[in-house]
């Protein structure tokens, strides 16, 4: 079961409010609506009573608060614990590269960057030949992100076995009648990722293209919006943009998602 359907439904039993649990969760009211109600669904019997001055528990409600309350506990325990390992080991990134951008200048200052501002992050760089690297992916040694373009085909990926989704910006771009190239409009992109993460049960990440913008505030905006819309990450294209503005948009990203519940 989802823990985030249990945060949902106990933040709302102790606000006794639709409106004020999704703001001390930093959500919106839809979002903790549609979260209470895939939780009766998948139950198969009402937590509330609504009315139009107040929320009540039901019957069953109260007997299963108990709970739920039990695992968000144990849940934030384990998130704690979490976080004093990841303090202890040192971060490590990978990624992997065909040989010939080894000696490409952008490719270079980006990782220099990267660890001059994460200065306790250990980068592995695996340079080869993109055969190689095919197999890697096959091996399980990468992770491996199918790509959809909207809900039906998000549905059919995890169907097959994925452990994780991500947006393909090009099409989604085309099957919204848009080109790709920062061209679809953000609340495309919203409602497409919406409607995705509402079907699909494991981790989905958005292709958010350049960010739509040249202005990291802007960026940040967006990455609120698709983090909101249920998606737990985004990738970001670094395009032919001067690295400094790359570096801004992805510090303008990672702020936004901090605030994130």
Known sequence: MDNRLLLAFVVVSEEKSFTRAAERLRVSQPRISLLIRKLEKMLGFDLFRRTS???EL???GNIFLPAALAVCAADDAAERLARSLREEERMRVRFGAPFYTATIPERVRIVDEYLS???TAKLEI???LTPSMIRQLHEGELLILPNAWDAGSARLIESRGAKAIATTSAGL???NGYP???ALPVDRLVAAVRSIARVIGVPLTADIEGGYSDDPAAVSKVVAAILDAGAVG???????SPPDL???KIAAARQSAEREP
């Not at 985004?234 to 032919?240: H, K, L, M, P, R």
């Open 58 to 60: 039901t019957e069953h």
């Open 173 to 175: 771009a085309w099957s």
């Open 246 to 248: 790359l570096c801004a």
């Open 180 to 182: 790709d190239g920062d």
């Open 126 to 128: 695996h340079n080869g």
């Open 53 to 55: 001055r107040h929320v």
């Open 117 to 119: 501002r994460a200065p």
């Open 234 to 240: 985004i990738n970001i294209e670094d395009g032919s």
